[in-house]
């Protein structure tokens, strides 16, 4: 009787395991992406050419290289993954939404930024962090969906370190980015106004109401200030 090598089989069922592995792999990303309304266009789409210039305009406005960094409604957080590659900053990213944050954990190691950058599931009106926390927090595109603004305001002062700077944005696509990406997204974003699109629900203020937000958060006179990019886009920046 000829004895058959049992080994092409062998091959054949690991190679299926494998494949099988690998589309399970995708087939989670996907849904992930798929869990993320804005990842289209936050990450991958027309906002992507923004997040490098932005993490690089805030390293030389502020002069961060290390420390702790928070970016809240971070959703997957581009801006910490290219700000911890520009520094040695670790950043935690901090949003309601937990799909947002799994899809960043993959994006993170796929950065080879495993540790650097941290999801955290949290609410902006009740941050998870201990007081005088973070050297730099930023946070953009989030302060109009959350309900008590103030309250926001006031937990971005409690976990600011002594020294840190907050910089709080309603919109903006910062002053680093190319200029043809950024007339594109000027436009995109004008759009809403000229009635070409409907305006994403709960969009509408604060703009340059921030300043009146941080007042009533009861920071100090002279902690904050409002700066604007003309025509779109509305910084807090606060000092601590
Ligand atoms: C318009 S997206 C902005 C995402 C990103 N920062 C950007 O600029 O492209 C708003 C994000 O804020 C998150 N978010 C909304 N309310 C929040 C809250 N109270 N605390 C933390 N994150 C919140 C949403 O889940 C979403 O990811």
């Given at each position: 009787?000829?004895?058959?090598?049992?080994?092409?089989?062998?091959?054949?069922?690991?190679?299926?395991?494998?494949?099988?592995?690998?589309?399970?792999?995708n087939?989670?990303?996907?849904m992930?992406?798929?869990?993320?309304?804005?990842?289209?266009?936050?990450?991958?789409?027309?906002?992507?050419?923004?997040?490098?210039p932005?993490?690089r305009?805030m390293?030389?406005?502020?002069?961060?290289g290390?420390?702790?960094?928070?970016?809240?409604?971070?959703s997957?957080?581009?801006?910490?993954?290219?700000l911890?590659?520009?520094?040695?900053?670790r950043?935690?990213?901090v949003?309601?939404?937990?799909?947002?944050?799994?899809?960043?954990?993959?994006?993170v190691?796929?950065?080879?930024?495993?540790?650097?950058?941290?999801p955290?599931?949290?609410?902006?009106?009740?941050?998870?962090f201990?007081d005088?926390?973070?050297?730099?927090?930023?946070?953009r595109?989030?302060?109009?969906?959350?309900?008590?603004?103030?309250?926001?305001?006031?937990?971005?002062?409690?976990?600011?370190?002594?020294?840190?700077?907050a910089?709080?944005?309603?919109?903006?696509?910062g002053?680093?980015?190319?200029?043809?990406?950024?007339?594109?997204?000027?436009?995109?974003?004008?759009g809403?106004?000229?009635?070409g699109?409907d305006?994403?629900?709960?969009?509408?203020?604060?703009?340059?109401?921030?300043t009146?937000?941080?007042?009533?958060?009861?920071?100090p006179?002279?902690?904050?200030?409002?700066?604007?990019?003309?025509?779109?886009?509305?910084?807090?920046e606060?000092?601590k």
């Amino acid at each position: 009787m000829i004895k058959k090598s049992r080994r092409p089989v062998f091959i054949v069922i690991v190679c299926a395991i494998l494949l099988a592995g690998c589309t399970g792999g995708n087939d989670y990303v996907d849904m992930l992406k798929e869990k993320n309304p804005g990842y289209e266009r936050h990450i991958s789409g027309h906002f992507a050419p923004m997040w490098e210039p932005m993490a690089r305009q805030m390293v030389q406005e502020y002069g961060l290289g290390k420390g702790i960094a928070v970016d809240i409604g971070s959703s997957s957080s581009p801006f910490l993954i290219e700000l911890a590659a520009l520094t040695e900053m670790r950043g935690y990213a901090v949003d309601i939404n937990p799909w947002a944050l799994r899809l960043l954990g993959v994006f993170v190691d796929e950065a080879g930024l495993t540790g650097r950058v941290i999801p955290v599931e949290g609410d902006w009106q009740d941050l998870p962090f201990s007081d005088n926390f973070a050297d730099f927090i930023f946070s953009r595109g989030t302060i109009p969906f959350v309900p008590d603004q103030v309250q926001a305001i006031r937990e971005t002062y409690r976990v600011l370190k002594p020294g840190g700077i907050a910089f709080i944005g309603h919109g903006g696509f910062g002053t680093l980015i190319d200029q043809e990406d950024r007339e594109l997204l000027v436009q995109w974003r004008l759009g809403w106004d000229a009635g070409g699109r409907d305006r994403p629900e709960g969009w509408d203020g604060p703009k340059e109401g921030m300043t009146e937000l941080a007042m009533q958060a009861g920071l100090p006179d002279g902690s904050y200030k409002l700066i604007t990019e003309s025509p779109v886009g509305w910084w807090l920046e606060i000092r601590k």
